[in-house]
């Protein structure tokens, strides 16, 4: 009886560094139409009058800017969620080779499928009017905030395990590690206050008065921050992961009876230790 074996191998890392080089295209994309073709004036925009500055956001909160990255975000959205199936299946692989902790084990399944279900919340920004209704405009976004920080997490509990925090090599492990939980802890701050600041505004208690140029200003530094710790740091790690984590590997075998036999019967997708 012959078989025939499909093997399919690549990393993780590969799948989030992807994700975040399409985000920047989206984001390229959504700035030159909107600077080309939409005609509001930004300096008036739903986020100005409530936020007092603009973030990238803007660029796709007005038509024909809005529909075109509607349409180029779920390339960015399904290599997330690829990211975070795939790594979940690492961690399985990791687990039977006992490179990872039952208890690591037992938190990825229970993060993964909600950060999972927080990634598909984040189209939402493109179905609610930020015009309209500000607030459920901002809720995809915040999605996106708990999701990403929740892969921060999970990251750093298994770079740990597998004794591979980035720049292990250069900085040694307990420089990498003070490093790893320095990153952890100002992207969980920058996230909070992020969070606190934006919420408090629409509970009509803003905790920065964001109508103050000083207060703006503020508010306009912690998203800069978020967004350099959740979207531009992260990309690079993700690069460095690439090279020193492990990738997985899928296998499907068919064994086939007969040469010109038209059914076979397919084995499922095995995850080998």
Same mark, same amino acid.
């Given at each position: ?211 103050? /140029? ?53 084995? /499922? ?5």
């Amino acid at each position: 009886m012959a078989h025939t074996t499909l093997e399919i191998s690549f990393h993780p890392e590969t799948l989030r560094l992807c994700a975040y080089l399409a985000f920047y295209v989206m984001v390229a994309v959504s700035l030159a139409v909107t600077t080309t073709t939409v005609k509001v004036d930004l300096q008036s925009s739903a986020l100005m009058r409530t936020f007092g500055y603009n973030n990238v956001c803007v660029f796709w909160d007005y038509s024909p800017a809005r529909e075109i990255a509607a349409l180029v975000f779920p390339v960015t959205e399904y290599l997330f969620q690829a990211y975070v199936l795939t790594a979940w299946i690492r961690a399985y692989q990791s687990y039977a080779e006992a490179e990872v902790s039952l208890r690591y084990l037992r938190a990825v399944n229970v993060i993964s499928p909600i950060t999972m279900t927080l990634l598909a919340w984040v189209r939402i920004i493109f179905v609610i009017d930020g015009e309209q209704n500000l607030l459920g405009h901002t809720l995809g976004f915040t999605a996106l905030q708990i999701a990403l920080l929740l892969v921060a997490y999970l990251n750093y509990f298994y770079n740990e395990e597998v004794d591979l925090l980035p720049f292990q090599g250069t900085l040694g492990k307990l420089g990498a590690r003070l490093l790893s939980l320095a990153y952890l802890v100002s992207f969980t701050f920058i996230t909070y206050m992020k969070m606190l600041i934006v919420f408090s505004i629409f509970a009509g208690t803003p905790v920065v008065d964001t109508t103050t /140029p000083s207060g703006a200003a503020g508010a306009q530094f912690v998203d800069i921050a978020w967004m350099f710790l959740g979207a531009i740091l992260p990309a690079v790690t993700a690069w460095q992961q690439r090279w020193k984590t492990r990738g997985i590997r899928i296998a499907s075998s068919s064994p086939h009876i007969g040469a010109d036999s038209k059914r076979a019967e397919v084995a /499922p997708l095995s995850v080998p230790a």
